[in-house]
């Protein structure tokens, strides 16, 4: 009788890894890819356009706004 049951407990604990691995247990998403949904320039405006930006309101200067385009170029 024991013998009908080794199957069933050796396949179990098998397929529950195999469904966790895959991400799709019980319904849930495929973790396996990583980093943003947007592209860098889809997510707002660039860093130089932000400076720009900045310098035009008057919230920095030419020279900090020089210093901010050398370190972002």
């Known amino acids: ?3 009908l049951w080794l199957p ?4 179990c604990p ?4 195999w469904m966790m691995r895959s991400g799709n ?13 947007q592209t860098p320039s ?5 860093p130089i356009d932000i400076a720009r930006q900045r ?3 008057g919230e920095i200067d030419s020279a900090q706004f020089e ?5 972002i170029s």
């Open 42 to 46: 889809a997510a707002g405006p660039a």
């Open 25 to 37: 247990a019980m319904g849930g998403h495929d973790v396996s890819h990583t980093g943003p949904t």
């Open 67 to 71: 210093e901010i385009r050398r370190a």
């Open 55 to 57: 310098l035009a309101r």
């Open 14 to 17: 098998l397929a529950m890894i």
């Open 1 to 3: 009788m024991m013998s």
């Open 8 to 11: 069933f407990l050796l396949l």
